[in-house]
């Protein structure tokens, strides 16, 4: 019976495609090749693996050793920028690098202090050991310097002299040469290399900050001297940081000040500052009286010269005739040889004021102007008013207390706005979405699904129409076979009589004969 129905459905399936035109064909092959392919670039993006960095900015030398530990487990791998970076399947990562680690994998030869804790039983010289030192010392300095943010590599060379034999040898300077590789785009703001230098300065004995070289890949040099004085860049750099550090210092203090008052989460607080960085240095000589109320200064020294005489001419005494008192000069005065007496009394006071010597540096910057800006979340306050009067009592203090008043009287209700708004969106964490299928590929597979509906469609309508003419043919077999007259033959038995009618039928009419058969079989 398996045979039968594989034979049927096989003619049936040439007589369908017999009937099809040519468009239908092509439109028929074109849909199932579209089709497998949909599924295929489905299958392959549903099996694709996602690989991640295992380790970033290798050496050569330890990209070999984790090559050959990946080749040993047979575990995919792909090598990008310039053999420096290796990935591997995204549900392998984790546990490669305890792997590993565990292995001591990636080892880049270098010695550092774990080395000696180690190797402690090994007999080695001073020499060695000096050596040994000094190369584990660079190692764990330059570790440390690839800690900082913006500082992938770093390279240390450290120049320690001998100790002097002879106590009158001079002790020569220990130096120090760093090759920082920079992240692309980073610059180095504010006192950031200042720390740096102090940073190697105090991890190297007998290092002075003077004696180290500091530069970057591009051979661009990062000098401590000219860090805070030189050029107008560290100029820009270090007002650019005062500006943003008093800012952020005066939106910290509002935003926990007014977060405790309506909710950290329900307002946002941002701070402009304008800032005056005019130096100025001068010199004051000032001199003041030691009595301010009486202007007086204080008596350091008193002289005083007292003279007296009695007897005749006292009058001439202390003066030529006709100069004294209520006399006319040019004439004769009265007649002075009289007896009498004269008194001269003459007193000198030294007084010494306050002497003040000033010199006066300025203020390297001072706040000129101040605009804060507070965004509020009304959603949940019920007395607006009374929160808003309490953020402006806060606001006036604080611009009142922060700008110099050298500039002017100060209005703090022109320096600060407030608003109060409910807020549209919170900051929600980004989910990681996993694999996406593209927008096309939704597209084109809707495309071919439409597609094989309509095929669906026409090759059921086709089947029924098939099968209607095919009763319809049965039929007409069925009424031909019983017009067929029999074979007028006494003694022949009816099973002969049947085989000889189909054996006539089959040479009279094939086609008929073929249909009856194919009935008897579909019947069976």
């Keep these: ?195 740096l230098y102090q940073l190697v300065s105090k991890a190297v004995p007998n290092l002075e900050p003077e004696n180290i070289t500091l530069m970057n890949q591009y051979s661009e040099y990062y000098d401590l001297n000219n860090q805070n004085t030189g050029g107008f860049e560290n100029t820009y750099t270090y007002q650019q940081t005062v500006k943003k550090d008093i800012e952020r210092d005066i939106q910290r203090r509002l935003q926990q000040m007014l977060g405790t008052m309506v909710g950290l989460d329900n307002v946002i607080v941002s701070v402009t500052a304008d800032i005056d960085f005019t130096q100025e240095n001068r010199l004051e000589e000032i001199v003041e009286p030691a009595d301010p109320e009486n202007m007086e200064g204080l008596p350091i020294s008193v002289e005083t ?42 007193e000198t006071v030294n007084n010494e004021f306050n002497r003040i010597h000033k010199e006066i540096v300025e203020s390297p910057y001072k706040v000129r102007d101040l605009g804060i800006q507070v965004a509020v979340d009304n959603k949940d306050i019920t007395n607006q008013l009374q929160v808003e009067e309490g953020i402006t009592s806060i606001l006036n203090s604080i611009i009142t207390t922060s700008i110099d008043g050298q500039y002017g009287d100060v209005i703090p209700d022109e320096k600060t706005s407030i608003i109060f708004q409910e807020f549209s969106a919170t900051n929600t964490v980004p989910q990681d979405p996993g694999f996406n299928i593209p927008p096309w590929m939704y597209i084109v597979g809707g495309v071919l699904l439409l597609i094989i509906v309509i095929l669906l469609i026409l090759l059921l309508t086709r089947k029924s129409k098939v099968s209607t003419e095919e009763v319809r043919e049965e039929a007409f077999t069925a009424e031909s076979i019983d017009s067929v007259p029999d074979i007028p033959v006494k003694e022949e038995t009816e099973s002969i009589q049947r085989r000889k009618q189909l054996e006539k039928m089959a040479s009279d009419k094939p086609e008929e004969f073929a249909k009856l058969l194919r009935s008897w079989i579909g019947e069976d």
């Design 305 to 346: 010269i007292r003279e007296t005489y009695t007897g005749a001419g006292a009058g001439q005494v202390g003066g030529e005739i006709g100069t004294g008192d209520g006399d006319i000069p040019g004439y004769e005065g009265a007649d002075n040889n009289d007896d009498g007496e004269y008194e001269y009394i003459k």
């Design 1 to 195: 019976m398996n045979n039968e129905k594989i034979m049927k459905f096989n003619e049936t399936a040439k007589t369908f495609w017999s009937s099809r035109t040519k468009g239908q064909k092509g439109l028929i092959i074109g849909s199932s090749l579209a089709v497998i392919a949909l599924i295929a670039v489905i299958s392959l993006f549903a099996t694709k693996s996602d690989n991640v960095p295992l380790y970033n900015n290798l050496s050569l030398q330890e990209v070999g050793q984790i090559k050959t530990e990946l080749d040993a487990r047979g575990i995919p791998y792909q090598l990008e920028d310039g053999g420096k970076t290796i990935l591997v399947p995204k549900e392998q990562a984790d546990n490669l690098l305890v792997d590993l680690a565990g292995l001591g994998i990636p080892n880049s030869g270098n010695i550092d202090y774990s080395f000696f804790s180690e190797n402690t039983s090994w007999g080695i010289t001073d020499n060695e050991f000096n050596v040994m030192h000094l190369d584990a010392m660079q190692t764990e300095l330059a570790n440390l310097i690839k800690s900082i943010q913006g500082i992938n590599n770093a390279t240390v060379m450290i120049n320690m002299p001998k100790e002097p034999i002879f106590v009158n040898e001079a002790t020569q300077p220990t130096s120090a040469s760093i090759v920082i590789e920079t992240a692309p785009g980073h610059r180095f703001e504010g006192n950031q290399i200042n720390a």
